[in-house]
């Protein structure tokens, strides 16, 4: 055995293991400013509102999700407006969008862009975990790009559903994608050295397997089966109309319908 190999080896397990640290030592309220604050910089504003983003309209997979989804048309809240290139298309479908941000720039650069492509949204600067919108205003909620998976902890993906529901029409729509991994990041023994330096800092205490700083930009938690996902769904209110859990993709989506009466 060549040990410079393995020592080699040993180290860049280790590098990586260190820099998963990040996730561990932050609380939830912290990831979440932590991707405020990478979404806020000047060059990721402007890279989200630029006309190449724009122009690619909806992805293949938010359009395979608009197939199922049974309300073609009507008043649609959409979380994480981005640059606005969701809005746009929708709007050109028929929809009635008002967008919801948490950053104040990148969502003005959204409605600057709709206007000029000749369409019309209105916009909400608000954290999609801690929406507040009157309640029963909206036949579909439209949370696109795996932002789901954005929110940190079953708790606060819950109670965010629960709002939601609120949010919808008796009978409405939530659409959502969200990021799949089956595989561990870490091993048994790891994910334990993981968890102790949570609790040694008095971290992400709430960790849950799956949490990641994916490319150090933003928290995103990898759900490992559908089941994780179902039950949080039904427990924050929902049925599930329609739900893709692919096998080969990191990406997922969901279609789910509130109660007919509340």
Same mark, same amino acid.
């Given at each position: 055995?060549n040990l410079r190999i393995s020592l080699g080896r040993f180290l860049i397990r280790s590098g990586r293991f260190v820099q998963s640290l990040a996730v561990m030592v932050m609380?939830?309220?912290?990831?979440?400013?932590?991707?405020?604050?990478?979404?806020?910089?000047?060059?990721?504003?402007?890279?989200?509102?630029?006309?190449?983003i724009l122009a690619m309209g909806l992805s293949d997979d938010e359009k395979a999700l608009l197939e199922k989804l049974p309300a073609g048309r009507g008043v649609m809240l959409?979380?994480?407006?981005?640059?606005?290139?969701?809005?746009?298309?929708?709007?050109?479908?028929?929809?009635?969008?008002?967008?919801?941000?948490?950053?104040?720039?990148?969502?003005?650069?959204?409605?600057?862009?709709?206007?000029?492509?000749?369409?019309?949204?209105?916009?909400?600067?608000?954290?999609?975990?801690?929406?507040?919108?009157?309640?029963?205003?909206?036949?579909?909620?439209?949370?696109?790009?795996?932002?789901?998976?954005?929110?940190?902890?079953?708790?606060?993906?819950?109670?965010?559903?629960?709002?939601?529901?609120?949010?919808?029409?008796?009978?409405?729509y939530f659409v959502c994608q969200f990021m799949c991994g089956r595989e561990a990041e870490f091993s048994p023994r790891w994910e334990t050295l993981r968890k102790a330096f949570?609790?040694?800092?008095?971290?992400?205490?709430?960790?849950?397997?799956?949490?990641?700083?994916?490319?150090?930009?933003?928290?995103?938690?990898? &759900?490992?089966?559908?089941?994780?996902?179902?039950?949080?769904?039904?427990?924050?209110?929902?049925?599930?109309?329609?739900?893709? &859990?692919?096998?080969?993709?990191?990406?997922?989506?969901?279609?789910?319908?509130?109660?007919?009466?509340?």
């Amino acid at each position: 055995m060549n040990l410079r190999i393995s020592l080699g080896r040993f180290l860049i397990r280790s590098g990586r293991f260190v820099q998963s640290l990040a996730v561990m030592v932050m609380r939830p309220r912290d990831l979440v400013e932590y991707g405020r604050r990478t979404y806020s910089r000047p060059e990721s504003i402007e890279g989200w509102g630029v006309n190449k983003i724009l122009a690619m309209g909806l992805s293949d997979d938010e359009k395979a999700l608009l197939e199922k989804l049974p309300a073609g048309r009507g008043v649609m809240l959409l979380l994480g407006a981005g640059g606005g290139r969701e809005a746009i298309a929708f709007s050109r479908m028929g929809f009635d969008i008002t967008g919801v941000d948490f950053i104040p720039e990148l969502l003005e650069k959204a409605k600057a862009n709709a206007r000029a492509e000749g369409v019309n949204m209105t916009g909400l600067v608000q954290e999609i975990s801690q929406l507040d919108v009157p309640e029963g205003g909206y036949d579909v909620v439209w949370l696109s790009t795996g932002m789901y998976s954005s929110v940190p902890t079953r708790k606060n993906r819950v109670a965010m559903l629960r709002k939601i529901g609120l949010a919808l029409r008796p009978g409405g729509y939530f659409v959502c994608q969200f990021m799949c991994g089956r595989e561990a990041e870490f091993s048994p023994r790891w994910e334990t050295l993981r968890k102790a330096f949570a609790w040694l800092t008095m971290g992400n205490l709430r960790y849950e397997k799956g949490d990641r700083l994916a490319s150090n930009i933003e928290f995103i938690h990898y &759900f490992a089966a559908p089941e994780e996902l179902e039950s949080e769904f039904k427990e924050g209110g929902f049925t599930v109309f329609f739900m893709n &859990f692919p096998e080969d993709k990191v990406r997922g989506g969901a279609v789910l319908r509130t109660a007919v009466s509340r």
